[in-house]
């Protein structure tokens, strides 16, 4: 398969988590579309790795899975918090820090 | 090579019905499942570029340790149960799919546009072990060890940082909600006790 074809790939799962993160508004499903979006990121890298023949792109790939992880674990905290406060499960309600 | 097309365009069809399903989806919990799909269809992606070992942790990271991680606060916090309003009502909600179409369009205009003559290539000329577990070692423990080191620094403020916002928190001089047994010894003893009654 052509390089190009995994790209264009990326770009559409890029583009649906982006679509995603702006529409929904439950944090939780919003955590899952930017998990779409890093993803779309680490197909391109690694297809890029392949393609000039050095594995520095799957290192950055790998570095990536790591933030990814941190940031799920820290989003999924705050989401267990607001629950622990009764506070609403909705992102539009949460906008005391919007500036 | 006829193999390859198949297994590309089967597991790429399921990157994106797992992609569309997480944004569709009202269910939270269906949402979880469809991103494991997602990520499984990822890492026959990664096998076909060659890359073995990111391939096998993306399905025991993320397709395993994360998604469990995801089923269980879905099902801490009750998922869609108390759907209160219509998602996104008004001219806002119009404009964010309209976005990403832009984006989409833009991006693929940038892909087809290249000047990367190795974009219409199937990649370089690469040996047997090019992203195995050795090489990817290799690399990590030599040219970027402080990567390696600084992602673990992230992980470890991370799993911090998740104690912190998720434990309990109480007021200063606000009264425990339990009684302990020391909190009954230490209560005021009943009139007429036996100290009265020596004195």
Known sequence: MDISWF?????FIFCIGAAGVMTRRSPLVILLCLELMLNAGNLALIAFSRMVGNVEGQIFA???MVVAACEVVIGLGIIVAMYRRKL??????MAELRG | MFFEQLLFFIAGGGAIAGAVGVVLLRNPFFSVLALVAHLISLAV?????TAAFLAAAQVVVYAGAVMVLYVFVVAYVGGSDDELRPETAGPLAAIGPIFAAALLIELVIAVVGSGLSLLDSTGAKVGDDFGSPAAIGDALLTKFLLPFEAASFLLLIAAVGAVVLARKRRGLHEPADAISVADVLRSEPPAGSQKEAIG
Not at chain 1, 7 to 11: K, Y
Not at chain 1, 88 to 93: N, S, T
């Open chain 1, 62 to 64: 790998l570095i990536v």
């Open chain 1, 7 to 11: 790209i264009v790939l990326s770009a």
């Open chain 2, 45 to 49: 992606l990664f096998l076909l570029l």
């Open chain 1, 88 to 93: 609403p499960i909705d992102v539009d309600d």
